[in-house]
């Protein structure tokens, strides 16, 4: 009899963290999905290489769609696949607006090598949550020379 009423004890227990366990997925599960709403496709910069470091690539905020940039926003480069090109790449602020610029010269034969599209994919996460957003960037370089 001790036994039964133990273990009823256990069971809201194990309810609660169930509960708990699904309202957390639920809440990944929602942030994912708005992060796939803005869209899954990448904005797609492009570059001839040896252009000089601060080259501004695009307005990433105009190009996923954000109308209104808070004070309070932060930005930050991800790579998806662990690529140590990312470093390449930095968001500046320039009058309180945030641009996507090269870092340093693209010399696409050290990046790609052998490669005939020189492609680098990042990501840009919006922070703080309420901002929160994965914005997917997909970088080329073409050639100067033959």
């Known amino acids: 009899m001790l036994k039964n009423f133990s273990l009823t004890l256990m ?14 997925w639920l809440l990944l599960f929602s942030l994912l999905s708005r992060t796939s709403a803005q ?12 252009e000089p470091a601060g080259f501004q690539l695009g307005d990433f905020p105009a190009d ?9 926003m932060t930005f930050s480069i ?3 696949t662990s690529s140590p090109h990312v470093e ?3 968001i500046q602020l320039s009058g309180g607006k945030p ?8 010399n696409r034969e050290k990046i790609c090598a052998q490669v005939v599209l020189c492609q680098i994919q990042f990501n840009i ?14 970088f080329q370089s073409y050639r100067i020379h033959n």
């Open 11 to 24: 069971l809201p227990h194990r309810l609660t963290l169930s509960l708990l366990s699904s309202m957390w």
């Open 39 to 50: 869209g899954s496709a990448p904005i797609k910069y492009y570059l001839m290489e040896e």
């Open 64 to 72: 996923s769609g954000i109308d209104n940039i808070d004070p309070s």
């Open 78 to 80: 991800t790579s998806p």
């Open 88 to 90: 390449y790449f930095a």
């Open 99 to 106: 641009n996507l610029v090269t870092t340093q010269i693209i």
């Open 125 to 138: 996460v919006v922070m703080p949550i309420q901002f929160f957003r994965i914005i997917k960037v997909s």
